[in-house]
Nanobody, 122 residues
Framework: QVQLVESGGGLVQPGGSLRLSCAASGSIFRVNAMGWYRQAQGKQRELVARITNGGSTKYADSVKGRFTISRDNAKNTVYLQMNSLKPEDTAVYYC????????????????WGQGTQVTVSS
């Protein structure tokens, strides 16, 4: 099993910044892609940003130029630096990781964190 522990959420004023972290631990041989998703109240969960273990990134159009995703492969940790935050960024942010458990088995499995609340309000 794998656990994803998120941190860094909170309340921030419009235009402010927050940095989210998510550390994966447990039965890990390799972590493939890691990402951040968010779910606002009454809306579906959506991709915010994703990064491969080679460093290739993908962003939602709504956050391009404001958010930056990065990772530390040695620590199995992914970060999301969020700048110029807007009220519409308010949501629960979830970490996601695609994990291979063993070098003898190429199958990967999808894991989710428990979510961290980000609220952008004056």
């Amino acid at each position: 099993q794998v656990q994803l522990v998120e941190s860094g959420g909170g309340l921030v004023q419009p235009g402010g910044s927050l940095r989210l972290s998510c550390a994966a631990s447990g039965s890990i041989f390799r972590v493939n892609a890691m990402g951040w998703y968010r779910q606002a109240q009454g809306k579906q969960r959506e991709l915010v940003a994703r990064i491969t273990n080679g460093g290739s990134t993908k962003y939602a159009d709504s956050v391009k130029g404001r958010f930056t995703i990065s990772r530390d492969n040695a620590k199995n940790t992914v970060y999301l630096q969020m700048n110029s935050l807007k009220p519409e960024d308010t949501a629960v942010y979830y970490c996601n990781a695609d994990v291979i458990h063993s070098g003898a088995d190429p199958r990967s499995y999808d894991y989710w964190g428990q979510g961290t609340q980000v609220t952008v309000s004056s």
